[in-house]
């Protein structure tokens, strides 16, 4: 079974950048797509942007362009989003999901534990 | 970019009710619609992929159904553990982006 786990919780001032990192284990296969997610409190789900963990290649949302970077190491099956210039509007819990996994009898996906980012 | 409209926006409803929740999309959606389960303090858990398919481990009282640009998930009969939040998603294939509705609460009567 597929887990991802996220590093803490981070608090950081306006106009500072955060790097959150998720750690994927037990992934049958070495190839797949990792999405980020944010939710501000009370608010839904905001899709950032996405990740191949085998090429590298990233899209993200375009609200989120110049502002996101994502990369990964395959060597530790990590992947890392780093948001620069943050705003109060950021504080926000960020999750990392995988694509769909159809390699079992049914299709699922994982998520990340969340990771609260705390700007202020 | 495709808006995902669902509605309604909260749902009141008894266990063994039956929940019709609706996401409409702002033009057609060929590729991926998803239906996402959360509840408080939890990351999402998705329910339905490809717009009908039940996830792994998903009971068969959730059903999604639709096209185009109009999608349902029914929860046939609610169990207390249903009352929670449901995002429909959408997906364009290439580049991968991801669309989320604003969701729908459905709570307990």
């Known amino acids: 079974q597929v887990q991802l786990m996220q590093s803490g919780a981070e608090v950081k001032k306006p106009g500072a950048s955060v790097t959150v990192s998720c750690k994927a284990s037990g992934y049958r296969s070495t190839t797949y797509g990792v999405s980020w997610v944010r939710q501000a409190p009370g608010q839904g789900l905001e899709w950032m942007g996405w990740?191949?963990?085998?090429?590298?290649?990233?899209h993200s949302a375009q609200r989120f362009q110049g502002r996101i970077t994502l990369t990964r190491d395959t060597s530790t099956s990590t992947v890392y989003m780093q948001l620069r210039s943050l705003r109060s509007d950021d504080s926000a819990v960020y999750y990392c999901?995988?694509?769909?996994?159809?390699?079992?009898?049914?299709?699922?996906?994982?998520w990340g534990q969340g990771t609260l980012v705390t700007v202020s | 970019e495709i808006v995902l409209t669902q509605s309604p926006a909260t749902l009141s409803l008894s266990p063994g009710d039956r929940a019709t929740l609706s996401c409409r999309a702002s033009?057609?959606?060929?590729?991926?619609l998803a239906w996402y389960q959360q509840k408080p303090g939890q990351a999402p858990r998705l329910l339905i992929h490809?717009?009908?398919n039940r996830a792994t481990g998903i009971p068969d009282r959730f059903r999604g159904s639709g096209s185009g640009t109009d999608f349902t998930l029914t929860i046939s009969s609610l169990e207390p553990e249903d009352f929670a939040l449901y995002y429909c998603q959408q997906r364009s294939s290439w580049p991968p982006t991801y669309t989320f509705g604003q969701g729908t609460r459905l709570d307990i009567k």
């Open positions: 999901a995988t694509d769909l996994d159809c390699s079992g009898p049914r299709c699922s996906d994982s």
């Open positions: 990740i191949s963990t085998y090429s590298g290649n990233t």
């Open positions: 033009q057609s959606v060929i590729t991926y």
């Open positions: 490809d717009t009908s």
